[in-house]
């Protein structure tokens, strides 16, 4: 399984469960978990290989913080 980021400037980054970057919370249920410090909005796609092909995509939006 693998989860791909698109992040606001471009840069896509992969994350995956055999290099350890994913986390398996159960059968077929995974998650991966960060604190992202640049706001803007961002796209992301799950995909699986082998036995099940599958994929999810979709985006979010960070809104960055500013002191008071």
Avoid: N
């Avoid at 400037?9 to 994350?15: C, E, H, V």
């Avoid at 159960?26 to 991966?32: A, F, L, N, P």
Wanted: no cysteine; aromatic share 16%; net charge negative.
């Amino acid at each position: 399984i693998a989860l791909s980021i698109r992040f606001p400037d471009g840069i896509l980054t992969s994350y995956t469960y055999a290099g350890a970057t994913l986390t398996k919370e159960g059968t077929g249920v995974y998650s991966y978990s960060t604190a992202f410090t640049t706001g803007g909005d961002y796209r992301y796609e799950w995909v699986t290989t082998g036995t099940v092909v599958s994929d999810s995509f979709g985006t979010f939006t960070v809104v960055e913080t500013k002191p008071i």
